[in-house]
């Protein structure tokens, strides 16, 4: 994503702050980028699955391994890769009639239920372990891969984070430097709670807009937005419960039953076929109890020749005081 990245080389600090629109109209511009980059799998891989914001509007991208990347292959292609996935248990679910907002709802439930409640301090980290296990659709062939992160809450100290079992140093936020989702516990317990509210506030940048005038960008944003919140291992109590709703709300999500996580549990995926882009991502649910289980990706690589499903979960995280402290 160096292209992206060049982007804060002309940022310059003392510019006045953006208006909501402008921040609104900057944060299209951000996920009309990533949707460019997804077109063109030859960019370099991302570093980070956390998305910085100037303040002055010039915008940055760090994503994962997990980000998706997807490619237009011809029919021969698509053919083998077909045969490829129906061979290592990746094929893509067909889609029944299991209802989206049913499962989005339930999973709100399930986690108002049985979330922890937290206060992490500025000064401590998130750690976080992390499994992905890969497929390479032409060949079949698998990796596993052990991913332990520990961030720095308010990104005032360098993060160590891992990408598919590199190490990634990633430097403190300079100044007028924001992220998403937010990493100061004060600015994450500004986000409302009411799923009608938090989906133009981090949709748009604003909660005056309401969602009934939404145009299908804007929903695609809010989609994007929420599901990068939701990655996040620690947030205030109610606020993941929301995000589950508030996706329930947007228009077009679907239910794809039998979709494997990591751990190989069979759940329920939801997808967003409304936009290519969202092509072959799953937040995964258990089909019961509606638990949240993991994500399932595609990513191609840096040379566009081959492209990888990731199937992930979280086996543990902890607010710790040390880097590199385990819980």
Do not use: C
């Not at 998130?126 to 992160?149: F, H, L, M």
């Not at 100290?157 to 990633?170: A, H």
């Not at 228009?251 to 996580?261: H, I, M, R, T, Y």
């Amino acid at each position: 994503m160096t292209d992206e990245l060049e982007l804060l080389r002309d940022w310059d600090a003392d510019a006045a702050p953006l208006t909501e629109s402008a921040r609104a109209r900057a944060r299209h511009r951000l996920l009309n980028t990533m949707a460019r980059a997804q077109r063109h799998p030859d960019a370099a891989p991302g570093r980070r699955h956390v998305l910085r914001f100037a303040a002055a509007g010039a915008v940055a991208v760090a994503v994962t391994g997990t980000a998706v990347l997807i490619t237009e292959g011809g029919a021969d292609e698509g053919d083998r890769a077909d045969r490829a996935d129906r061979v290592s248990g990746t094929a893509t679910p067909r889609m029944s009639n299991v209802s989206a907002v049913t499962v989005l709802n339930g999973a709100a439930v399930y986690t108002g239920r049985h979330e922890k409640t937290v206060a992490p301090r500025d000064d401590q980290f998130i750690y976080s372990k992390r499994i992905i296990k890969e497929t390479e659709r032409r060949t079949g062939a698998v990796k596993t891969y052990e991913d332990v992160n520990w961030d720095s809450v308010d990104g005032s100290k360098r993060s160590l984070t891992m990408e598919l079992g590199r190490v990634i140093w990633e430097e403190p936020m300079k100044k007028g430097e924001s992220v998403w989702p937010p990493r100061e516990w004060s600015e994450l317990k500004k986000l409302p709670t009411d799923p009608r509210q938090l989906i133009p506030r981090i949709g748009l940048g604003t909660s005056s807009m309401p969602i009934s005038d939404f145009t299908a960008q804007e929903w695609f944003n809010a989609y994007f937005m929420l599901g990068e919140l939701l990655k996040w291992p620690v947030l205030p109590q109610g606020l993941r419960p929301a995000a589950y709703k508030a996706l329930a709300l947007v228009p077009g999500v679907k239910a794809v039953p039998g979709v494997k996580d990591s751990a190989g549990r069979t759940g329920v995926g939801i997808s967003y076929p409304e936009s290519p882009f969202a092509k072959g991502k799953y937040l995964i649910f258990d089909p019961e109890s509606y638990e949240f289980l993991g994500f399932r990706d595609e990513r191609t690589s840096a040379s566009g020749d081959k492209t990888y499903i990731q199937v992930s979960h979280v086996v543990d995280w902890a607010i710790v005081d040390r880097l590199k402290q385990l819980p």
